[in-house]
Structure formats: structure tokens, C-alpha cells
């Protein structure tokens, strides 16, 4: 599966962004679904996932309450709504696909990543 993230932007704290990645698979829906991100000079950290059928998801405690993942299955999109953004959400973000559906917060369980979107957030 190919993934495509965009999205991204620069924004000021307190303001809000949407990002999206779209599947280019037809078993998208079967894919579990994951948002992670990446400062400079940092590890990849879990952000938010979401099981293949959206009956679960889970959050990183940084974002919980402010950020929601969600997915459409039949347009092949997965979303991550931004609220109350903060200096410290600067990165890269990542949108991450694994095969087996779960809702994993270990990137090394992903299978496919997409290219990533910058998210800067100033003060």
C-alpha cells in the first residue's frame, strides 16, 4: 500500500490543523491505522491509532483531548484533527498503515509509511 500525507502547515498556538493520509490499497479498510511524529533530533513517537473498523483508537497522552484520529474506509483516508496545537506538536508527521489491523503503538509494527508533513507551530 502507498501512503500520501498531507495537511501540514504553519500555524499559531491555540489554532487547529487537519491532517489526512489516503491509501492508494483496496484492503485499506483491513489496514489499522497510525499517526506519529518525529522532531528533529528526536525518536518517531506514537500519536494517535485507530483499528481497522474505527471501534478503537488511542492516544498519546500528550494529545489526548486535543487531537482526534478518524477514518473513512470508503474513501480510502484516514485523518488526524488538530486542536489547541502547542509549540511542543512541532514535527514531521507520519502516517503509518499495518496489515494485521491492530491498534499498535510501536512503529516497528507498521508495514508501510507515508512520505510525512511538516506541522510547525509557533508561539
Known amino acids: 500500500v502507498q501512503l500520501q500525507a498531507f495537511g501540514g502547515g504553519l500555524v499559531q498556538a491555540g489554532g487547529s490543523l487537519r491532517l489526512s493520509c489516503a491509501a492508494s490499497?483496496?484492503?485499506?479498510?483491513?489496514?489499522?491505522m497510525g499517526w506519529f511524529r518525529q522532531a528533529p533530533g528526536k525518536e518517531r513517537e506514537f500519536v494517535a491509532v485507530?483499528?481497522?473498523?474505527?471501534?478503537?483508537?488511542y492516544y498519546a497522552d500528550s494529545v489526548k483531548g486535543r487531537f482526534t484520529i478518524s477514518r473513512d474506509n470508503t474513501k480510502n483516508t484516514v485523518y488526524l484533527q488538530m486542536n489547541s496545537l502547542e509549540p511542543e506538536d512541532t514535527a514531521v508527521y507520519y502516517c503509518?498503515?499495518?496489515?494485521?489491523?491492530?491498534?499498535?503503538?510501536?512503529?516497528?509494527?507498521?508495514?508501510?509509511w507515508g512520505q510525512g508533513t511538516q506541522v510547525t507551530v509557533s508561539s
Open positions: 490499497s483496496r484492503t485499506f479498510s483491513t489496514y489499522g
Open positions: 503509518g498503515a499495518n496489515r494485521g489491523g491492530w491498534t499498535s503503538e510501536d512503529p516497528t509494527d507498521y508495514d508501510c
Open positions: 485507530i483499528s481497522w473498523s474505527s471501534g478503537r483508537t
